[in-house]
């Protein structure tokens, strides 16, 4: 009878994890989509963790000057809609340029929370959904409609009865939030 009552467990956690899983074109696209663009996602990271690591505080803190200058990094891109790779690589750089090897270091343990729904991850930037449905409530990935997404765009428009507006109006937020402790540094 145990011995049942594991199998059909593992039957149903097999059913549940093969329903979870995208088609493999649409994880395939996804997988390519991301290689594509990994410096726009570096980014988008890195400005999250800076946050993170200002809210910690502690001696790997941010400096008034560096945020001053981080400021200066980051604020024209939330007014930009799109970001080549080798823009975001070249922030990406600049960034860098700023930041102590102690706090680099830092970044690199800290974990960000995940975001979407479970299996999908935080979704596509700029509310498209990836691989496990996303916040688009299953909408298809579509990576023509996304090249060169900028993942700290405040410009980004998004149709207010879309699923993925949710989504939208939270990852300015944290955008938003992650420049007004730059900005609390800075003064």
Same mark, same amino acid.
Not at 36 to 45: A, D, M, T, V, W
Not at 62 to 80: G, R, V, W
């Given at each position: 009878?145990?011995?049942?009552?594991?199998?059909?467990?593992?039957?149903?956690? =097999?059913?549940?994890?093969?329903?979870?899983?995208?088609?493999?074109?649409?994880?395939?696209?996804?997988?390519?989509?991301?290689?594509?663009?990994?410096?726009?996602?570096?980014?988008?990271?890195?400005?999250?963790?800076?946050?993170?690591?200002?809210?910690?505080? !502690? #001696?790997?803190?941010?400096?008034?000057?560096?945020?001053?200058?981080?400021?200066?990094?980051?604020?024209?891109?939330?007014?930009?809609?799109?970001?080549?790779?080798?823009?975001?690589?070249?922030?990406?750089?600049?960034?860098?340029?700023?930041?102590?090897?102690?706090?680099?270091?830092?970044?690199?343990?800290?974990? =960000?929370?995940?975001? !979407?729904?479970?299996?999908?991850?935080?979704?596509?930037?700029?509310?498209?959904?990836?691989?496990?449905?996303? *916040?688009?409530?299953?909408?298809?990935?579509? *990576?023509?409609?996304?090249?060169?997404?900028? #993942?700290?765009?405040?410009?980004?428009?998004?149709?207010?009865?879309?699923?993925?507006? &949710?989504?939208?109006?939270?990852?300015? &937020?944290?955008?938003? &939030?992650?420049?007004?402790?730059?900005?609390?540094?800075?003064?």
């Amino acid at each position: 009878m145990l011995r049942w009552g594991i199998v059909l467990s593992a039957m149903a956690l =097999l059913a549940v994890a093969a329903i979870a899983q995208p088609p493999p074109q649409m994880a395939a696209q996804w997988q390519k989509f991301r290689e594509e663009h990994k410096y726009h996602f570096q980014l988008r990271e890195t400005f999250l963790k800076l946050g993170e690591l200002e809210k910690k505080g !502690g #001696p790997t803190a941010l400096t008034k000057d560096q945020a001053k200058n981080l400021l200066a990094i980051f604020q024209p891109l939330t007014k930009k809609e799109k970001l080549t790779a080798d823009e975001a690589k070249e922030v990406l750089r600049k960034v860098k340029a700023v930041l102590r090897p102690d706090q680099l270091n830092a970044l690199q343990r800290i974990q =960000l929370p995940r975001f !979407g729904r479970p299996g999908g991850g935080p979704g596509g930037p700029g509310g498209q959904g990836g691989p496990g449905g996303g *916040p688009t409530g299953g909408q298809r990935f579509d *990576p023509s409609q996304m090249r060169n997404f900028n #993942p700290l765009s405040l410009v980004v428009k998004v149709d207010p009865k879309s699923p993925a507006a &949710e989504w939208a109006k939270r990852r300015a &937020e944290r955008i938003k &939030e992650v420049l007004s402790l730059l900005e609390k540094k800075a003064k």
